[in-house]
């Protein structure tokens, strides 16, 4: 088999989910990163706190995870984000800081 003739790589479109191929595919980094803009140390993080699908190696040097794993993530985050369990903590309650709070609503802010 010459160069012309090389087996190129099968491109899965995600429209093909649900099918049974892509319960067995699996993704590299590169791809991780288009579904998922994160940075590694936050996707990191989240691996170790177990709230992200966990890589596994296909060889030493090769980490992977599984498609299906990472679009139910994917799945899980945007119900939690719908139905406003997402980004609770990051809107901190500013009357009830202990450190300069906020005395009272402003008549602009209703």
Same mark, same amino acid.
């Given at each position: 088999? /010459?160069?012309?003739?090389? @087996?190129?790589? %099968?491109?899965?479109? @995600?429209?093909?989910?649900? &099918?049974?191929?892509?319960?067995?595919?699996?993704?590299?980094?590169?791809? %991780?990163q288009?579904?998922i803009? %994160?940075? /590694? &140390?936050?996707? !990191?993080?989240?691996?170790?706190?177990? &709230?992200?699908?966990?890589?596994?190696?296909?060889?030493?040097?090769?980490?992977?995870?599984?498609?299906?794993? @990472?679009?139910d993530?994917l799945?899980?985050?945007?119900?939690?984000?719908?139905?406003?369990? %997402?980004?609770?903590?990051?809107?901190? /309650?500013?009357?009830?800081?202990? !450190?300069?709070?906020?005395?009272?609503?402003?008549?602009?802010?209703?």
């Open positions: 088999m /010459n160069k012309r003739e090389e @087996i190129k790589p %099968l491109l899965v479109p @995600i429209s093909l989910r649900d &099918s049974e191929f892509s319960t067995l595919r699996v993704i590299r980094k590169k791809e %991780l288009k579904l803009p %994160l940075s /590694n &140390s936050t996707l !990191y993080d989240l691996e170790k706190q177990g &709230s992200f699908p966990r890589r596994f190696f296909l060889t030493p040097r090769c980490v992977v995870w599984k498609l299906s794993e @990472i679009l993530w799945d899980e985050q945007q119900r939690k984000s719908d139905d406003s369990e %997402l980004g609770k903590e990051h809107f901190p /309650n500013v009357y009830k800081r202990e !450190y300069r709070p906020v005395k009272a609503k402003s008549p602009l802010h209703k």
